[in-house]
Structure formats: C-alpha cells, structure tokens
C-alpha cells in the first residue's frame, strides 16, 4: 500500500458535504491543499459550501448525488475523474438517522435507512477503488458510527447499518492488504457530533411512548451530549488517512462507549436501557 502522507494536490471526493462532518472534512482537506469533489443530496447546504471554499481550495467541484441511487455515484465518480484527471481519497460520510421501535418501525423504513448509510457507503466504495486503483495511491474512508460498536435502544436501523459499514469496511481493509492494492482504507466511528443529524432524522412516534417525552424534546437532550465539534472530527480523519489507520474512535464518548463493549458485550446492554428508561421517567 502507498501511503497518502502528503494531501497536497491530491484530489478528494466527499458525500454529504453539504453540513456537519462532510463540510469540515472539505474545509480541511482544502487547507491541506487537495482539489475537492464534493456531493450531496441537498443542494441549498452543498452551495455554501462550495461559498465557504472560496478562496480557500485549489479546485472544487460539485454535484447533487442521492448516495442511495447507484448509478448517480458511478456516474458521479466518472465525472469527478473527467474534471479532475484522477481521484486519491474518496470519504463515505452521507448519511441519515431514524429511530423507533423494531415492532413500530416498517420494512420501507429500514431500506431508506440502509440504502443510504450502507448501500451508500457500497456504491461510492465500489464506484472510486478502480479510479483509486489507477491513481497509484489512494483510500477509502467509510462513516460508521460509536453505533457501530454499541446497540441502543429505538436504535436497530441506525444500529444495523453502521455495524453493516464496520464489517464492510474491515474486510475491504483485508481484501486490499491480501490483493497487494496500492489504496486503504479507514473505518470511523464518531461519537456525538454537533451536527443537526438528530434533528433532521425520521422519529416514530413509538420512541415518545417508549421514553415519555415528544420527539423534539428527545432530539434536544440528545444534542446535548454531544461533545465533539466536526472541525476536531476532520482532524482526527484526516490525521488517520495520514496514519493509515485501520479504525477510528473520534470524541470521548467513542472511547467510553468502545471500551464498555470490550469490558462487558452483554452488561452494557442493561446499563444502556436503564439509561434511557431513567431520562423518560419509566
């Protein structure tokens, strides 16, 4: 494998740049000199972006892509190298949140869920690691989440597509390693981010009735423990694509909640309910 050591001139392609991790992941690369490709499903958020790169990146470009859609990423991908001759560093970060009940959630809700988190993170793997490939030295950054090591309650759609992107993630790690590939790739699991992700999630009424509190309500509190802003987050990311490392803890809380699952895979299961049971009032 060829280590991306130095970012300069290097060109970057990011999903859900439009706000949170996405924008500060293309802020940073693009202060680290990397000509930006950037995507997102909303296009309001990806424009300023793009506004707040002004001046600032060598090069960017942008586009519209439902990350759930396959032949919008391969399409994207294709253009992305038409525009800027090659590609070094594609970041899987498009994202979405939905809570509920497995007994209230519907089957429709569980394939909007994993046909952004994980079929998203597929497509734009599968689309970029031959570009990447022909680049001579390239990686693969997926978005996984804290909910990739630990189960939460009301949780199991967000829970089961992050876990669904740690396994992809690690076995593709594996698969380049085995095959001699000259790209990497890079498992993140963020903990609370201040991002709006909590507030723009799809929230079934069963979680009031699970918790006792109105969705907004349980939105709120749970921006609250948020700890870490996604400027720190690019950081860490990027200082691990500099490091080659195989995975990521970014935030307190990460570690906290890595280490529970290390300490105690069962224990921490009761202690988390109980968590949430005490903050409803149940």
């Given at each position: 494998m060829?280590?991306?050591?130095?970012?300069?001139d290097k060109v970057a392609a990011v999903t859900g740049a439009g706000s949170g991790i996405g924008r500060a992941l293309a802020l940073r690369l693009a202060q680290d000199g990397c000509r930006l490709a950037l995507a997102d499903v909303d296009a309001d958020g990806l424009a300023e972006t793009e506004r707040l790169l002004a001046g600032r990146a060598r090069a960017v470009t942008t586009a519209v892509v439902d990350v759930a859609d396959e032949a919008a990423v391969?399409?994207?991908?294709?253009?992305?190298?038409?525009?800027?001759?090659?590609?070094?560093?594609?970041?899987n970060?498009?994202?979405?949140?939905?809570?509920?009940?497995v007994a209230s959630l519907s089957t429709d809700d569980y394939r909007w869920i994993m046909g952004v988190n994980f079929w998203g993170v597929v497509h734009g793997t599968k689309a970029f690691l031959p570009h990447l490939e022909r680049s001579g030295a390239g990686h693969v950054v997926n978005i996984s989440s804290v909910?990739?090591?630990?189960?939460?309650?009301?949780?199991?759609?967000?829970?089961?597509?992050?876990?669904?992107?740690?396994?992809?993630t690690e076995s593709l790690r594996q698969d380049l390693e085995l095959t001699g590939s000259c790209v990497s790739a890079t498992c993140v699991h963020p903990g609370g981010?201040?991002?709006?992700?909590?507030?723009?999630?799809?929230v079934h009424p069963s979680v009031a009735n699970a918790t006792g509190k109105p969705s907004d309500a349980a939105a709120r509190e749970l921006e609250k423990s948020f700890l870490t802003s996604p400027a720190?987050?690019?950081?860490?990311?990027?200082?691990?694509?500099?490091k080659d490392k195989r995975r990521v803890l970014v935030g307190p809380d990460a570690r906290v909640f890595d280490a529970m699952a290390r300490l105690t895979p069962a224990g921490y299961q009761r202690l988390v309910t109980g968590v949430v049971r005490s903050r409803g009032g149940k």
């Open positions: 060829k280590l991306l050591h130095d970012l300069d391969l399409a994207w991908a294709d253009a992305v190298v038409a525009d800027h001759g090659r590609v070094n560093l594609i970041v970060n498009a994202g979405v949140a939905l809570s509920g009940t909910f990739g090591l630990t189960a939460q309650p009301l949780m199991s759609g967000y829970n089961a597509s992050k876990y669904a992107v740690r396994g992809f981010i201040k991002t709006n992700i909590a507030r723009s999630a799809r720190k987050a690019a950081d860490v990311i990027v200082d691990a694509v500099r």
